[in-house]
């Protein structure tokens, strides 16, 4: 039997769990970008005279947070639009997310900048997994990327750093660091208000949007994406969490809204208690790091 639109009489295309509606193509969209656009104004200042880089990986989430940013912001003057495709070096997986990454750019028109690992770090992540060194590659591969992501968009002069991260990975992310007991990381946790030295802003603009719903749009919207699985994402802890995170929400409809939520809640106190650490320049590379040398020449001493 085929759904109607609770807004109207068209057929609907999707069934919205946690709050029982029904969405035709059109009101699916319209839901979707309304839900941004405000998220938006409510994570930052007006954006007046900015620099915005987009973290383009060539997956739905990035390619969505692309494109819903270049629709809200390419029609403004004041306004400069870039991508950042960081190559971690990860064999037939990487090259054919970049490929979609550059195409969907062009479409666009919008600025793409390609770094890699191995120009960045000095070697990839293929290199790095054949050392089978007791930490995982993920953590690796986070610490690397956000080096180049933040190095990259210094010298762009970028004053925002978008990424795609949606709802299902802001819920993973906080109860991660509840169950790790990690709350100094969990008070950390952007998009950013507060501007550190050196350190680039980053905004969500997908916070509060599952992940399915970012798919949907993509595909609605007929923007092309790479749907591939990392080959070393079987082996991360975000995995269990994933689980569990999706099993609560099929039990309790909602569940991933009011993690996030609660954590809302909660976040400018745990600000007042873990307030930014002072930061000075790590005498290696530059970069801001709250210790005597930053994580990522830490870890690079391990793999080079």
Not at 9 to 20: D, F, L, Q, S
Not at 131 to 143: A, D, M, R
Not at 183 to 209: D, M, N, S, T
Not at 217 to 246: E, M, T, W
Request: glycine content about 6%.
């Amino acid at each position: 039997m085929v759904k109607i639109c609770t807004k109207c009489k068209k057929p609907a295309v999707t069934y919205i769990r946690y709050n029982g509606t029904h969405l035709c193509k059109d009101h699916f969209i319209q839901y979707f970008e309304k839900r941004v656009k405000k998220d938006i104004k409510k994570q930052g200042k007006t954006y007046t005279k900015s620099k915005i880089g987009v973290a383009v990986s060539g997956g739905k989430d990035s390619l969505v947070a692309l494109y819903i940013i270049h629709k809200i912001f390419s029609k403004r003057k004041d306004i400069d639009i870039c991508a950042i495709t960081v190559d971690e070096g990860i064999r037939d997986y990487r090259d054919k997310s970049i490929d979609i990454a550059k195409k969907n750019t062009e479409i666009l028109a919008v600025p793409h900048y390609i770094v890699s690992f191995e120009d960045m770090i000095g070697t990839d992540m293929d290199k790095i997994s054949k050392k089978q060194n007791e930490l995982g590659e993920c953590s690796y591969c986070g610490v690397f990327r956000r080096f180049c992501l933040n190095k990259t968009a210094k010298k762009l002069e970028l004053d925002k750093l978008v990424t795609g991260h949606n709802l299902d990975d802001m819920a993973q992310s906080i109860l991660m660091n509840f169950v790790k007991g990690d709350i100094e990381k969990l008070a950390r946790l952007g998009p950013h208000k507060k501007v550190q030295p050196g350190l680039i802003p980053r905004i969500f603009p997908l916070r509060i949007i599952p992940e399915k719903e970012n798919a949907l749009y993509a595909v609605l919207k007929n923007i092309s994406f790479h749907d591939g699985v990392c080959p070393y994402s079987i082996n991360a802890q975000r995995g269990d969490f994933r689980d569990i995170v999706d099993d609560l929400e099929y039990k309790y409809p909602g569940s991933r809204h009011s993690i996030l939520s609660s954590y809302e809640k909660i976040k400018d106190l745990l600000s007042e208690k873990y307030p930014p650490a002072e930061l000075e320049n790590c005498p290696i590379c530059g970069e801001p790091t709250s210790q005597k040398f930053c994580k990522t020449c830490i870890l690079k001493k391990q793999v080079l």
